[in-house]
């Protein structure tokens, strides 16, 4: 076969940045969205880790809207969950001390792992709570 013999489609340039690999992520949010809702089972994908430009995150950020709430740690630097327009699905972002983004994750979940308190840190807590109220 010549090469004259191969069709080739044209594909009309998108916006500025774009690598058309943000799209894709949708459909792999939505299984993980029917995995949540069927089985309680959370996932992530690691934004930081994939060939993403400023564009596409900020294609992907516009397509999946904000939510109504969010979340800022204070620790090692700060790192931020927001809730997208998708309940369950939720951007956080970690930043290091000098304000640097380290990372970037879309956390398929409920309640994002990082928000929900360990049982340690409860019990320090209630130990907390338990020598205020002898005081009284």
């Known amino acids: 076969m010549s090469l004259d013999a191969i069709p080739i489609h044209l594909i009309p340039p998108g916006e500025p940045g774009l690598t058309g690999n943000a799209p ?32 596409d995150l900020d294609w992907l950020r516009e397509r999946l809207g904000e939510g109504e709430i969010a979340v800022t740690l204070l620790a090692n630097g700060e790192s931020t969950l927001a809730e997208t327009g998708c309940p369950g699905i939720w951007w956080v972002t970690h930043h290091n001390e000098q304000g640097v983004v380290t990372s970037q994750f879309l956390e398929v979940a409920f309640v994002p792992e990082l928000v929900k308190a360990h049982p340690d840190d409860v019990a320090l807590g209630r130990d907390h709570l338990e020598s205020m109220m002898a005081d009284l």
């Open 24 to 55: 894709p992520l949708l459909h792999e949010l939505l299984e993980m969205v029917n995995r949540l809702l069927a089985s309680g089972e959370t996932a992530a994908i690691d934004l930081s880790a994939l060939p993403l430009t400023p564009a």
